[in-house]
């Protein structure tokens, strides 16, 4: 007798201890929105919605979601969309990095527990990529992103903004009283013209970029401007594609390998890409049961040239970097430091793609690589007696000054009180003393908040102080710039050696020997530690809090869960 088939609506039944029966109330309750038993032999695509009226980056996401309908059933598809949790940046309390691996179980789970034979997840805004990447590599079913696009720029007077490394400067200005309350209320309406992801390269462009260099996004998708009717166009194909691919059963374990992990490092240091890409790379990796070595991706960067002129680093705003070609031009570039064997979502290798691409043609963006933006990677790993696993510097958006720099540490505790002292006219700090925020990693926010952006004091600033050596266990914004050391591991609330610094301890930053230090002797470090208070447990914790204090990991594991990390690892990136 013929096996029963375990697909479309067939699959993952519910149990009630009669296969058929549950196939007959699945139908009986789907078939109520009117659908036919001819659809629903179809084969299913699953689509991950995550509109939400609190989130202006999936603004378009109704839009995508009928272009990605139209192009399934044009391959003969039945395509079915499903909610999932939707965070923005700016609507998530304390930060969306606590929820993202909250987002990464709902997806995960949904995608399992619905029948579907491939998905597309609509992602756009910072976390929610990287929460997909991590659940479609866990639930390991066919799966393409699709992102929403990138925002248009705005105008104030005859300058250009967007969001939001323009926030952050004008924001700056109005501290340091060189904006008025009107203008910078005036400014607020401009700063977010469309809907769309942040429209410079911060953390949603460069996991955009990244995705498309993983090889989990069709070509070209990264950059398209989210009104732009190309990015229907787009949105239709990964319907039609989707159809195929769950045909094919190309499933995403087939395209995240260490080689497309590495390509898509690389893409994050030639794009000068935001700081938590290495972050969330690392999570996704993590889920397969690969290590992102840190050391490796160091060396990436010494080899890879910066090449996109995009802001915080460079001048323009992703609507100019779609203009002049997106990223297959920059892939194109840098095509011999990249695998090219590896397996993308369209079914052909990434050789097979940027072969393919447009010829290209003269723009100012995106440089070639014998005239690079800066001949080094933007991100270099630091490691030392302060940072022993590990922290992370943007060299292309800190100053010059800085790049070899001992200095004075002014230390705040925790965010709380950094924002408290930060403007006191009191506070004992001077423009080359070096900034030092701890309890804001993981553990100690919780949630690694976007906090290592300490701003300038303001006496300082009102100065002119444009910059600082600041560090921390923090994240920071993806369009935010300045000499910034992030992400030192491990944080101080997990007993690492930033708990042990003390406002007047020297600091020393050495790029070009990627050295962290505080110069203190071992003996007064050891005595110091013997002197940390013991954390509190506390008793109160609960819901998903509680699950994040207990399983959270550091910023080197990625930040995920240590229960959703597939251990052993089994593979390492290049
Ligand atoms: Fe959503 Fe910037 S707030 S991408």
């Known amino acids: 007798m013929k096996e029963p088939s375990n697909k479309g609506m067939r699959k993952g039944l519910t149990s009630y201890g009669d296969r058929e029966f549950s196939l007959f109330l699945r139908k009986a309750f789907i078939k109520a929105m009117g659908y036919s038993d001819a659809a629903l032999e179809l084969p299913v695509i699953g689509i991950?919605?995550?509109?939400?009226?609190?989130?202006?980056?999936?603004?378009?996401?109704?839009?995508?979601?009928?272009?990605?309908?139209?192009?399934?059933?044009?391959?003969?598809?039945?395509?079915?969309?499903f909610p999932t949790i939707s965070l923005h940046e700016s609507f998530a309390h304390p930060t969306s990095m606590f929820l993202r691996n909250l987002m990464a179980m709902d997806t995960e789970e949904m995608i399992r527990a619905q029948p579907m034979d491939a998905v597309i997840l609509i992602g756009?805004?910072?976390?929610?990529?990287?929460?997909?990447?991590?659940?479609?590599?866990?639930?390991?079913?066919?799966?393409i992103v699709v992102v929403s696009g990138p925002m248009l720029?705005?105008?104030?007077?005859?300058?250009?903004?967007?969001?939001?490394?323009?926030?952050?400067?004008?924001?700056?200005?109005?501290?340091?009283?060189?904006?008025?309350?009107?203008?910078?209320n005036e400014i607020s309406g401009e700063l977010v013209p469309s809907v769309g992801f942040c429209g410079v390269m911060g953390t949603a462009s460069t996991m955009a970029c990244m995705t498309e260099a993983l090889g989990m996004m069709l070509p070209g998708g990264a950059t398209i401007p989210a009104v732009n009717a190309d990015r229907m166009r787009h949105a239709e194909e990964a319907g039609r594609r989707a159809v195929q691919m769950a045909a094919e059963g190309l499933t995403p374990d087939k395209i995240i390998t260490p080689k497309s992990i590495?390509?898509?490092l690389r893409i994050l240091m030639a794009i000068g890409g935001s700081t938590n890409g290495i972050v969330h790379m690392t999570a996704v990796a993590g889920r397969l049961g690969i290590k992102v070595d840190l050391d490796a991706f160091d060396r990436m960067g010494r080899e890879t040239p910066v090449l996109v002129d995009l802001k915080p680093s460079g001048v323009g705003y992703m609507d100019d970097f779609h203009k002049a070609g997106g990223l297959r031009v920059v892939l194109r570039e840098i095509k011999h430091l990249l695998n090219l064997d590896c397996m993308t979502v369209?079914?052909?290798?990434?050789?097979?793609?940027?072969?393919?691409?447009?010829?290209?043609?003269p723009q100012q963006i995106i440089r070639p690589i014998d005239k690079p933006l800066s001949a080094n990677g933007g991100i270099a790993v630091l490691r030392g007696n302060l940072a022993p696993r590990g922290a992370i510097f943007k060299q292309s958006a800190a100053g010059a000054k800085?790049?070899?720099?001992?200095?004075?540490?002014?230390?705040?505790?925790?965010?709380?009180?950094?924002?408290?002292?930060?403007?006191?006219?009191?506070?004992?700090?001077?423009?080359?003393?070096?900034?030092?925020?701890?309890?804001?990693?993981?553990?100690?926010?919780?949630?690694m908040p976007e906090a290592g952006y300490i701003p300038i004091p303001k006496k300082l600033a009102e100065k002119g102080v444009k910059d600082m050596l600041r560090m921390s266990d923090a994240r920071m914004s993806g369009t935010a710039f300045g000499s910034i050391v992030l992400h030192i591991c491990p944080e101080a609330a997990a007993g690492g050696p930033l708990a042990l610094v003390r406002t007047g301890d020297q600091i020393r930053l050495d790029v070009e020997a990627r050295g962290l230090d505080l110069l203190v002797s071992d003996e007064e470090m050891d005595k110091r530690r013997q002197q940390l208070p013991a954390?509190?447990?506390?008793?109160?914790?609960?819901?998903?809090?509680?699950?994040?204090?207990?399983?959270?990991?550091?910023?080197?594991?990625?930040?995920?869960?240590?229960?959703?990390?597939r251990r052993p690892f089994t593979d390492k990136t290049p």
């Open 346 to 361: 369209s079914g052909r290798t990434l050789g097979d793609e940027i072969d393919a691409a447009p010829k290209p043609w």
């Open 402 to 447: 800085f790049q070899k720099f001992t200095g004075r540490a002014v230390v705040f505790e925790n965010i709380e009180d950094m924002t408290n002292k930060i403007d006191d006219s009191a506070l004992d700090v001077g423009a080359d003393d070096i900034l030092v925020m701890r309890n804001a990693g993981p553990i100690g926010a919780p949630g």
């Open 262 to 264: 590495a390509n898509s």
């Open 124 to 143: 756009g805004c910072d976390k929610t990529v990287p929460a997909q990447l991590m659940a479609a590599a866990s639930a390991n079913l066919p799966a």
């Open 153 to 184: 720029s705005g105008t104030h007077g005859a300058e250009r903004i967007g969001a939001c490394t323009d926030c952050r400067r004008l924001w700056g200005m109005h501290r340091a009283g060189q904006i008025d309350k009107d203008e910078i």
């Open 48 to 81: 991950a919605n995550t509109y939400s009226g609190y989130n202006a980056c999936h603004g378009n996401v109704p839009e995508l979601m009928t272009a990605i309908k139209r192009g399934v059933m044009l391959a003969g598809g039945l395509p079915v969309d």
């Open 535 to 565: 954390r509190q447990a506390d008793d109160s914790l609960r819901g998903y809090r509680k699950l994040f204090l207990d399983h959270v990991q550091q910023a080197d594991e990625g930040c995920d869960f240590d229960f959703l990390t």
